[in-house]
């Protein structure tokens, strides 16, 4: 968590806004899931998460499904003389959600990971991994 304040990946969210009024705020559940090949956690945010019946998934209005299939992925790469991958390392934290979205994507957390310190608001600056849109566009919740 401490990795993705310090990158910028989320903010947290100012004291004069901590009371927003206009409807559009929504706290997300996470937690980490420890692989134990990988040695490492990884975060997790719940964005199927249900409160009082809807859930922030159901508010976003999905985009059609752009995901290649597997087997038009490996067509495709044998067309070619040169084929170049690469690691996608944190590529949905290089979307921007738009700043009057943000809000959407508040979660819970303590000041540099101690536990002893009051909880403190923050909000993601950048795409989640798990929600359904491509980009975020939100219906009125």
């Not at 299939?69 to 991958?85: D, N, S």
């Not at 600056?125 to 566009?137: N, R, Y």
Request: hydrophobic share 40%; glycine share 6%; proline share 4%.
């Amino acid at each position: 968590m401490d990795d993705m304040i310090a990158k910028g990946y989320a903010v947290k969210v100012p004291n004069e806004e901590l009371s927003c009024s206009d409807g559009k705020v929504w706290y997300l559940p996470h937690h980490g899931v420890y692989h134990p090949k990988k040695l490492k956690i990884r975060l997790v945010f719940d964005c199927g998460a249900s409160y009082q019946g809807t859930t922030l998934n159901v508010q976003l209005l999905q985009g059609p499904d752009l995901t290649s299939t597997l087997l038009g992925v490996i067509t495709r790469f044998r067309q070619e003389e040169v084929a170049i991958i690469a690691n996608m390392e944190a590529m949905f934290h290089q979307v921007k959600v738009p700043d009057e979205d943000a809000d959407l994507l508040r979660f819970l957390w303590w000041p540099s990971s101690d536990i002893s310190q009051d909880l403190v608001e923050y909000r993601m600056t950048m795409h989640l991994f798990g929600d359904v849109t491509q980009l975020c566009q939100l219906r009125s919740l």
